[in-house]
C-alpha cells in the first residue's frame, strides 16, 4: 500500500473515531474477555463515573435487569458466538441509580473470530418517566371522577333525605297546629265576652303565631314538592290582570304603613292564560312582598304585564331598594337562601323590612318553571346611595305546557315509608309509620332515641336478645337497631340468626353501639349487620342514618 492510501486510510479512522467519541449514543467496546477496552463521552456522561476508571473493568458490572431473565453471560455467550441482540436492561450508574436502556450488542471479527464486542446503550428512563406520569394522571383523573361520582351519588341521597324529612316534619307539624290553630278560634270567636282583656290579647297572639307556622310548613311542603317533581297543578283559564291586582289590593294596606304606592300596566285587551290560579297567586304575592321588605318608605313598586310575539307573556315586577349582589342574582331561587345580610338594608333615613325562611323565591320558581316558563332577576347590585333597585322578570307561554292537572283524591304530602317500602298518605293511621326495633337495655339512649324518632316511626323496645327475636319474627319491622351486649343472646348472635332466616334475612340490621373502632365495626359486618351506628348521636344524625339505611332497602328492592 503507498504511503498516500494509507495516509487516507488513517484519516479515515481518525475520522470515524472522532465521529464514534462525539455520537450522541453511548457506546462501550470491550475485549471477549468482558472487560472495558473504551468508552465515548456520551457513555462515560451516563454512567456518571470519569471514563479511565472505567478502562479495564468488566462489563458484568454495570448491566442488569435485563428482558426476559436475561444474563450478561447469556448475551455475552450469544457475542462470542458471532450473533447480536437487543434487550431493554438497567445501566448502573456511578451515584448509584439505575437508567433503563435499549442495549443493542454486536461482535467485530476477524476471521469469522471475534476481536471486540459493541455495546451500544440508548437512554429510555425519559420517556419512561413521562409515560409514568401520564399513566399517574390517568389514574388521578379516574379516582378522581370516581370520587365526583361518588359525591354525587351521596348529595343526590342526601337531597332525598333532607326533602323527606321536611315533607315528614311538615306534616306531623299540621296535627298540633290544627288543635291550636282550632281551640284559639273557638275562644277569639266565641269567648271573647268571656276573656280578660290581656289574656285574650295571648290568645290572638297565639292564633297568629299559629297562622305564620302554617305558612312555613306549607312553603317547607311546596319547596320538597318542587325538589321531588311532584307539584301538581290545577289548570283553568284565567286573567293576569286580574289576578294580580287581586294580589295588589290585599298588599295595598301593608305598603300603604310605609308610604310604598304600586304602579301597574296591563292591557285590557290580554288573552286569557291557562294556568293554575293558585299557585299564580303564590307567584305574585311572593314577589310583591319581597319588593315591599326590601323597598325604602315612600318608593314605589311596578307591576307590568305585556304580550310579546303572540306567543308569551312577560310580567316584571321592580322595586326600588339597594338592589341585590351580582354574585346573588343566580343564588337567590335557592330553597332557605336568604339575600345578604339583612342589616345591609338598614339606613339612617330608610327602613327595610326583610328576613324569612328564604322559601319564598324557590316556591316562585318551581311554580314558574312547572307552566313552562323562565324567572329572572335583574340588578346592577347594591348600593345604599343610588338604590339601583331590582327586576323580576317572568315569562309564561301563552298555551302553558304544563298539562297535568291536579287531582283533589291525591294527598301530595310525602309521608312516612311504612314496614313494606310503600309510600303513607295522609290518612293512614300511625301504624302505618315504619317499625324500629331497638334490641337493647341501655333505657337512657332508647328514650332519648324515641323522642327524636317517635313523630315518624314507630319505636319498639325489646330489652333483652330473646325478646328482640320474638318481635323481629312477630311484628316484621323496616329497622332493627342491635346493642352487642345483651342480656341472653347477644347481638352478634342474634344478627346471625336474623340473616339466616328466610323471613328476617332482608331487614335491615344496624349495629347501635359505642363501640366504633376498626375491629368493633368489621366484627359487625362479619356477622352480617347492614351498618352501625355510633353512641352517643345527635338527633339529626340519627334520623339521618335510620333514612339512608332505609332508602337503601328501598332502592335495593327496586333493582332486585
Request: with cysteine; proline share 4%; aromatic share 6%.
Amino acid at each position: 500500500m503507498s504511503a498516500p492510501d494509507t495516509q487516507r486510510m488513517w484519516d479515515d479512522v481518525q475520522l470515524l473515531a472522532r465521529i464514534v467519541e462525539h455520537t450522541p449514543v453511548a457506546i462501550i467496546v470491550t475485549r471477549t474477555d468482558g472487560r472495558i477496552l473504551y468508552v465515548n463521552q456520551c457513555g462515560g456522561e451516563m454512567l456518571k463515573i470519569d471514563r479511565p476508571r472505567l478502562l479495564g473493568a468488566p462489563m458484568s458490572n454495570y448491566i442488569t435487569h435485563l428482558e426476559g431473565d436475561l444474563s450478561w453471560y447469556a448475551i455475552h455467550e450469544m457475542l462470542m458466538r458471532g450473533e447480536s441482540r437487543q434487550v431493554t436492561g438497567a445501566l448502573v450508574c456511578g451515584d448509584g441509580e439505575e437508567c433503563v436502556c435499549t442495549i443493542k450488542a454486536f461482535s467485530i471479527t476477524t476471521n469469522d473470530s471475534p476481536v471486540a464486542h459493541i455495546y451500544m446503550f440508548i437512554d429510555e428512563t425519559e420517556g419512561l418517566s413521562k409515560a409514568e406520569q401520564i399513566e399517574s394522571k390517568n389514574v388521578e383523573m379516574a379516582r378522581m371522577n370516581s370520587e365526583l361520582i361518588r359525591s354525587n351519588s351521596e348529595l343526590k341521597k342526601l337531597s332525598e333525605l333532607k326533602s323527606s324529612f321536611l315533607s315528614i316534619a311538615s306534616h306531623e307539624l299540621k296535627t298540633p297546629l290544627t288543635t291550636i290553630k282550632g281551640y284559639s278560634d273557638i275562644i277569639i270567636d266565641g269567648m271573647r265576652d268571656r276573656l280578660d282583656g290581656d289574656v285574650l290579647r295571648m290568645v290572638e297572639n297565639i292564633n297568629r303565631a299559629a297562622d305564620r307556622l302554617h305558612r312555613v310548613v306549607n312553603n317547607i311542603l311546596d319547596v320538597t314538592r318542587i325538589e321531588q317533581k311532584r307539584l301538581r297543578l290545577h289548570l283553568e283559564y284565567l286573567k293576569l290582570g286580574a289576578l294580580a291586582r287581586e294580589c295588589i289590593d290585599e298588599l295595598t294596606s301593608l305598603a300603604a304603613g310605609r308610604g310604598i304606592t304600586f304602579g301597574f300596566q296591563c292591557p285590557e285587551s290580554l288573552p286569557d292564560f291557562y294556568g293554575d290560579k293558585l299557585r299564580l297567586h303564590q307567584v305574585f304575592t311572593n314577589l310583591l312582598s319581597n319588593a315591599i321588605k326590601f323597598s325604602p318608605d315612600n318608593s314605589s313598586v311596578e307591576i307590568g304585564i305585556a304580550l310579546e310575539e303572540e306567543s308569551q307573556f312577560h310580567i316584571v315586577i321592580r322595586d326600588h331598594g339597594i338592589g341585590i349582589d351580582r354574585d346573588e342574582q343566580k343564588r337567590i331561587f335557592d330553597p332557605f337562601y336568604e339575600i345578604g345580610s339583612i342589616n345591609r338594608h338598614s339606613t339612617g333615613s330608610s327602613r327595610f323590612l326583610g328576613g324569612g325562611t328564604g322559601l319564598g323565591l324557590s316556591i316562585v320558581k318551581g311554580v314558574v318553571d312547572c307552566h313552562g316558563g323562565r324567572l329572572w332577576v335583574e340588578s346592577d347590585g347594591v348600593n345604599k346611595e343610588t338604590f339601583p333597585g331590582s327586576s323580576f322578570h317572568i315569562v309564561l307561554p301563552v298555551r302553558s305546557k304544563n298539562s297535568l292537572e291536579e287531582d283533589e283524591t291525591e294527598p301530595l304530602v310525602v309521608t312516612a315509608v311504612d314496614a313494606e317500602g310503600r309510600d303513607g298518605d295522609e290518612s293512614s293511621p300511625v301504624d302505618a309509620k315504619p317499625d324500629i326495633l331497638f334490641v337493647d337495655n341501655d333505657r337512657e339512649s332508647i328514650e332519648i332515641a324515641r323522642m327524636v324518632l317517635d313523630t315518624a316511626f314507630n319505636v319498639i323496645v325489646a330489652e333483652s336478645g330473646e325478646q328482640g327475636l320474638a318481635a323481629a319474627f312477630g311484628r316484621h319491622p323496616s329497622l332493627i337497631l342491635l346493642s352487642p351486649a345483651q342480656p341472653g343472646i347477644d347481638g352478634f348472635r342474634i344478627c346471625k340468626i336474623l340473616k339466616s332466616q328466610e323471613d328476617t334475612r332482608n331487614i335491615p340490621v344496624a349495629f347501635f353501639s359505642s363501640g366504633a373502632d376498626g375491629e368493633d365495626i368489621q366484627k359487625y359486618f362479619a356477622c352480617g349487620a347492614d351498618d352501625c351506628i355510633v353512641k352517643p348521636f345527635n338527633g339529626g344524625d340519627l334520623f339521618e342514618k335510620i333514612w339512608r339505611i332505609l332508602m337503601k332497602k328501598k332502592e335495593d328492592a327496586t333493582f332486585k
